[in-house]
T-cell receptor, first 110, second 112 residues
């Protein structure tokens, strides 16, 4: 089955800097890759996603890139703000099942 | 439209008891997945239901079971509770399991 790795596990950046979180997956048949943000005490919320027929997708300060050949995809957050502090999860579809990465705790320091 | 609703929000149970959690998906969504989240353990997949059928199952003991009703609402049952079952249980719904999934607020289960 699908296996998703995520790095780094923790990330601290200064406010205004960029943050990058990388995920790798194992199943070349996976074709949908969402990213979720989970703030403390809240539910995970979808922030951006990408399908395998697209290499990059951007939504304001957030972007996701996908390299199908290397089987990795990355989340890029520019001009980070304190409210970006949260745990971020990547996921890949394995058949009808979402396989999540272990999460990255992002701290944006003022 | 209404989001994914999980009930109850909090539960305290005694070791050995059983518990049933409920998840009402977004209207029109036919896929419901369940996850266990413990501190530092990420989102562990329990099972996924689509049109009342369990399509996928994670690596959890048989004490964890679920079902889905014709209106797509789903329930999860845990029998013979253990202390280690204390966790946040999240459900997520999507149209068909291959598209955007939306999470409920979760049920925080504490086993004492």
């Amino acid at each position: 089955g699908e296996n998703v790795e995520q790095h780094p596990s923790t990330l601290s950046v200064q406010e205004g800097d960029s943050a990058v979180i990388k995920c790798t997956y194992s199943d070349s048949a996976s074709n949908y890759f969402p990213w979720y943000k989970q703030e403390l005490g809240k539910r995970p919320q979808l922030i951006i996603d990408i399908r395998s027929n697209v290499g990059e997708k951007k939504d304001q300060r957030i972007a996701v890139t996908l390299n199908k050949t290397a089987k990795h995809f990355s989340l890029h957050i520019t001009e980070t703000q304190p409210e970006d502090s949260a745990v971020y999860f990547c996921a890949a579809i394995d058949g009808q099942n979402f396989v999540f990465g272990p999460g990255t705790r992002l701290s944006v320091l003022p | 439209k209404a989001g994914v609703t999980q009930t109850p929000r909090y539960l305290i149970k005694t070791r050995g008891q059983q518990v049933t959690l409920s998840c009402s998906p977004i209207s029109g969504h036919r896929s419901v997945s369940w996850y266990q989240q413990t501190p530092g353990q990420g989102l562990q997949f329990l099972f996924e239901y689509f049109s009342e059928t369990q399509r996928n199952k994670g690596n959890f003991p048989g004490r964890f079971s679920g079902r889905q009703f014709s209106n797509s609402r789903s329930e999860m049952n845990v029998s013979t509770l253990e202390l280690g079952d204390s966790a946040l249980y999240l459900c997520a719904s999507s149209m068909d399991g291959n598209t955007e999934a939306f999470f409920g607020q979760g049920t925080r289960l504490t086993v004492v």
